[in-house]
């Protein structure tokens, strides 16, 4: 019979919280980038609104 590996209850909880965490550091950047992208699409369409603007400091 062919041996198989063994691992411990820990060390199996280990190696599955370590892929559980690094989805969610992908998450977390996905949704920073997210954010990030609204912030510029805003300060874009504000500034097309002050530019159409006429300035009436004279």
Do not use: F, Y
């Not at 199996?12 to 370590?18: E, T, V």
């Not at 892929?19 to 912030?39: M, V």
């Amino acid at each position: 019979m062919a041996e198989t590996k063994k691992l411990s209850v820990e060390k199996a909880l280990d190696k599955l919280r370590g892929e559980e965490q690094t989805k969610s550091r992908t998450e977390r950047q996905d949704e920073k980038t997210e954010a990030i992208h609204e912030e510029i699409k805003r300060m874009r369409a504000q500034r097309l609104r002050l530019d159409r603007t006429p300035d009436k400091r004279g």
